[in-house]
């Protein structure tokens, strides 16, 4: 269905309506939820362009995009290597103390014979995020040097695909509900490594969020094109 629409972009960066053309280079989305086609060729640096008929998220156009995603998976690889490293937590009740890496958590229910809780435990929170962190990586630096190779389109995919199957937010949440709990029974003390899986979370959802995926297919096409 192509026709003629408009565009809210956000804030104050204007409608952009009526820029439907004929021609064949034009910047075209059509919107996930109700299939509106637009065009975004002219979408102002920084702007959000939502659908106008369902306000659908569409695109953010950035123009230094791919080097702020190159820049927050560096520091959260890292913070992910120092997660990994050092104690996650500590406890102690009774004269009893307990400390914790984030691996251990895996061997403990691996240990207690539950092989597929963790196996699904330690792809969800360390195998998936730290895969998808590195393609991204590999994308973005790629993209910007305006290189491409011949994998470079299956990256993409491999990328946008496995950022669904990717869910540290929704671990970091369940740890802080489950220390609420924990903290009427024993004395917790968060170690350097709870912070820095914090850090991840955070450069991680960056990364993703800047990692626009209208943007990173139109580059690739173009790159592909050449
Ligand atoms: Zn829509």
């Avoid at 690889?77 to 895996?106: D, H, I, K, Y």
Wanted: hydrophobic share 50%; charged share 10%.
């Amino acid at each position: 269905m192509t026709q003629a629409a408009s565009f809210q972009a956000d804030a104050d960066t204007n409608s952009l309506s009526d820029a439907v053309a004929g021609s064949t280079d034009r910047a075209r989305i059509a919107c996930p939820s109700c299939d509106l086609l637009f065009d975004v060729t002219d979408l102002p640096d920084g702007a959000t362009a939502n659908c106008s008929r369902c306000g659908n998220f569409l695109t953010t156009n950035k123009s230094d995009a791919f080097e702020r995603v190159t820049s927050a998976c560096i520091a959260a690889l890292v913070m992910l290597a120092v997660a990994c490293a050092f104690p996650f937590m500590q406890f102690s009740r009774a004269g009893l103390e307990n400390t914790m890496t984030l691996p251990q958590t895996v061997m403990e229910l691996w240990n207690n014979n539950m092989p597929w809780l963790a196996i699904i435990v330690a792809s969800f929170i360390l195998i998936i995020p730290a895969v998808v962190t590195i393609c991204m990586l590999v994308l973005s630096i790629t993209l910007t040097r305006n290189h491409s190779p011949s994998w470079l389109r299956q990256l993409g995919s491999t990328v946008f695909h496995l950022q669904n199957w990717s869910m540290v937010e929704v671990f970091f949440v369940g740890v802080l509900v489950s220390l609420v709990k924990i903290a009427k029974m024993a004395t917790i003390v968060l170690g350097t490594s709870f912070w820095a899986y914090a850090a991840f979370t955070v450069l991680f959802t960056l990364a993703v969020t800047n990692l626009d995926k209208f943007q990173s297919w139109q580059k690739i096409e173009a790159l592909a094109a050449e």
